[in-house]
């Protein structure tokens, strides 16, 4: 029979909110298992962090997400490097299993899974050639005179966009809006790029390629529908919350975040939220390490309360 491991907090994420709970949660002596095979989450896509305090210029997210996971490993607990198969409850607690099927359980648990960007419908979603980040992805184009679409009108897709044209040929800028929906900073900086082509009030209805994009099927203002050849295609059209791994019944809102109270807590008494994954109105770094934080300690109150 395979020996459970016993913590006093399970924390699912890697990402801001979960390392910085990690850090707080060894500090304040609870003992913590982390689940998560990235250091940082998905700040590797974020190519400069340029509004997180003491950084003046920006800090490229790999290294803040490495750095982070660094200084978070120095105060102790275990982490793992892997993903949670399954967190579910056992007694007054919670179990969990990874995806080498160890077992885990904890008097707490911190669910800090974040965002996964969202795919468009229809067959070849997962083709060769459709990428979510540019920072990642964009460098395999170079040098190949490419044309590269990017189907969004946020900062994040402005981010792409102006990341993929030191690198292609030509980069279309695909939109449903009539007008973009990102800062003035962003829109100048677009501007001012003339390999950017702009396409608004337009949608993208299919892939063209089966397993090789080849082309992007769209409908245009005037009703019809074309094909825009490309090369590879970059989505930033909107996240939804990793929620997959948690077999419990807890409540959430529209678009399935986690609802919490005010300590942060979710319907389920024990398990707490921090960060993208639950029902916040502001997706930042810093946000998330400030909910990784109240999490902890809230979880280390919950804890003395139950053991009297």
Request: charged share 20%; hydrophobic share 40%.
């Amino acid at each position: 029979m395979t020996e459970t491991k016993a913590f006093d907090i399970i924390i699912v994420g890697s990402g801001p909110a979960g390392l910085t709970a990690a850090l707080y949660g060894q500090r304040l002596g609870m003992n913590c298992v982390v689940f998560g095979d990235v250091p940082g989450g998905n700040l590797y896509m974020v190519e400069n962090l340029a509004n997180f305090p003491g950084f003046p210029g920006g800090v490229p997210g790999t290294e803040w997400g490495v750095k982070t996971f660094q200084q978070a490993q120095m105060e102790g607990g275990l982490f793992t490097m892997s993903r949670l198969e399954s967190l579910e409850k056992n007694g007054d607690g919670f179990a969990g299993t990874d995806v080498n099927g160890i077992s885990y359980s904890a008097s707490c648990a911190i669910v800090a899974t974040g965002r996964v960007p969202i795919k468009l419908p229809g067959p070849h979603s997962d083709a060769k050639g459709v990428n979510f980040c540019s920072v990642c992805d964009g460098p395999l184009f170079r040098g190949k005179d490419a044309t590269l679409a990017v189907v969004g009108s946020d900062n994040a897709a402005a981010q792409h966009a102006l990341t993929l044209s030191l690198i292609a040929h030509k980069v279309v800028l695909i939109y449903r809006s009539r007008e973009l929906m990102m800062d003035a900073v962003h829109q100048e900086r677009i501007a001012a790029r003339d390999n950017i082509d702009l396409m608004p009030e337009t949608e993208v209805t299919g892939y063209v390629g089966l397993d090789l994009v080849e082309g992007l099927e769209i409908a245009v203002p005037s009703g019809g529908t074309e094909t825009l050849p490309v090369d590879g295609v970059f989505l930033a059209i909107g996240w939804s919350p990793n929620t997959e791994m948690i077999k419990l019944p807890v409540e959430t809102i529209d678009g399935g975040y986690l609802r919490t109270d005010e300590k942060l807590m979710t319907s389920i008494p024990g398990m707490f939220a921090a960060g993208d994954v639950r029902d916040t109105d502001l997706y930042q770094v810093l946000t998330g390490c400030a909910d990784g934080a109240r999490c902890v300690l809230n979880a280390a109150e919950f804890i003395k309360r139950s053991q009297g």
